[in-house]
């Protein structure tokens, strides 16, 4: 089994930026991929960015593509997602996702944009 433990939302204004981190309970080079989704009130679920467990391969949401970095962040075994000028629509549940044999998931973090 592998627990997924996300942190970092909280309340921003519009334009700012948060540090999401998703803390996994095993090596995040033993997860293949890892991944960020969403969710607003009354909206699906939706992808935000992924990263391969080399590192090598990141994939972005077109909404998140130019002000969104997720990388594998070693020394403290987590997985990140920076997410700059932020948007009032982009607040909602944020959730880690990952692959070993199986999906596993996060309990999310809130992170809600101020306009």
């Known amino acids: 089994q592998v627990q997924l433990v996300e942190s970092g939302g909280g309340l921003v204004q519009a334009g700012g930026s948060l540090r999401l981190s998703c803390a996994p309970s095993?090596?995040?080079?033993?997860?293949?991929?890892v991944t960020w989704f969403r969710q607003a009130p009354g909206k699906q679920r939706e992808f935000v960015a992924s990263i391969t467990g080399g590192g090598g391969t990141q994939r972005y949401a077109e909404f998140a593509r130019g002000r969104t970095v997720i990388l594998r962040n070693v020394p403290n075994n987590t997985v990140d997602l920076e997410m700059h000028n932020l948007k009032p629509e982009d607040s909602g549940v944020y959730s880690c996702h990952a692959f070993r044999v199986k999906n596993y998931w996060g309990q999310g973090t809130q992170v809600t944009v101020s306009s």
């Open positions: 095993t090596s995040i080079l033993t997860l293949d991929p």
